[in-house]
């Protein structure tokens, strides 16, 4: 068992997906002319179903799936869901505050009903009126958080507010752990789950973008801590995305899911540090990528207790509900 990797997710299947203009400025990650030749419905399209196989590949591993289907023309990256809603043991969610304004819209409260019904909630915790203030906070984006030692790894940005992460981790019980990470221009990383992901056994992190070396030897020390092993990745290895995974766990294990591309930039040492751990399921998702986000940035873990009656109860994959 371990806090780290949850049992039960949720995505966001989107009927319309164009790389969003308003996140372009500082999501160097995006693809500025994704497709030529392509149309925004090809796009979407190939969005719509890659998410699909990706619900159906972690069912078939055991995992729970919560898919629902969103059909705003508005949203175009309803497909990262994990900027907005996160969960927490203890019956918690939180709701975050969101950078740009085209985003906002993408909080769906009938997605939190739905969780209440299939899990034990006791609050929700809604931060999303700071946006009014120019204050932000996106989720499991801004934050990388490590739920067995209660650590926030938090690159500085101008998604993550030292205001909003302070009051975020004082409600939830973490340690904010904050560093300067920048691509090799100086371009500050926009979210810290492009750079690094947390496991039980091990650590993918692009320790070279940290700028301070003091600070990147603090982080590399923490992360280690009770023998976890730390995975310095390449700065190419980040814009492969192979940062952008997650740990979930199934009834055969833990596994480590992640985008082929980023599986592929993976060296045979790395990869050894995390089959000693956990197997991993590579995903194809190009498409998703396009929009400057991959596997981590589509999935919200569910760290919530399931009811009774639900818990042995798969939610539909291709459900427009759950």
């Keep these: 068992m371990s806090p780290q990797a949850p049992r039960a997710v949720l995505l966001v ?34 969005a719509y179903e890659e998410v699909t196989r990706v619900a159906a590949a972690l069912e078939a591993e055991g995992i729970r799936v919560h898919l629902f289907d969103d059909e705003d023309p508005a949203r175009p ?14 019956g918690r969610i939180a709701v975050h505050p969101m950078y740009a304004e085209n985003r906002r819209t993408e909080r769906r409260w009938d997605i939190i009903e739905a969780l209440k019904r299939d899990y034990r909630v006791q609050d929700v915790i809604d931060s999303s009126g700071l946006e ?18 209660r650590v926030a790894y938090v690159a500085r940005s101008r998604r993550a507010d030292p205001v909003a992460l302070e009051r975020f981790c ?42 301070s070396p003091e600070r990147r030897a603090e ?15 390449t700065y190419e290895q980040v814009c492969d995305f192979a940062g952008n995974a997650i740990e979930l766990r199934s009834p055969t294990g833990r596994i480590l899911a992640i985008s082929r591309r980023g599986l592929a930039s993976l060296r045979p040492d790395q990869l050894e ?12 998702v190009p498409t998703i990528e396009l929009a400057g986000g991959s596997v981590r940035c589509m999935v919200v873990g569910v760290h919530l207790d399931a ?9 539909p994959v291709g459900a427009a509900g759950h």
Excluded at 77 to 90: E, K, M, Q, R
Excluded at 178 to 195: E, Q
Excluded at 219 to 233: F, K, Q
Excluded at 273 to 284: G, H, N
Aim: aromatic share 8%; net charge negative.
């Design 13 to 46: 299947r989107p009927r319309y997906f164009v790389p969003n203009p308003q996140t372009a400025a500082d999501n160097v990650f995006q693809v500025a002319d994704p497709a030529p030749g392509s149309s925004a419905a090809e796009l979407s399209t190939a």
């Design 77 to 90: 990256d309803s497909v990262f869901p994990n900027n907005w809603l996160s969960t927490h043991a203890g």
């Design 170 to 211: 004082t409600t939830f019980g973490f340690e904010p752990m904050v560093f300067d990470a920048v691509d090799p221009r100086g371009v500050p990383v926009y979210h810290t789950n492009v750079m690094m992901c947390v496991g039980t056994d091990f650590a993918l992190i692009g320790l070279g973008l940290i700028a």
């Design 219 to 233: 982080v590399a020390e923490r992360l280690g801590e009770y023998g976890r092993t730390v995975v310095d990745l």
């Design 273 to 284: 540090v995390i089959e000693a751990s956990c197997r991993i399921l590579p995903l194809d």
């Design 132 to 149: 009014r203030d120019g204050v932000f906070l996106e989720g499991t984006g801004a934050m990388v958080l490590d739920h067995a030692s």
């Design 307 to 315: 009811r009774r009656s639900t818990a042995a109860t798969p939610s």
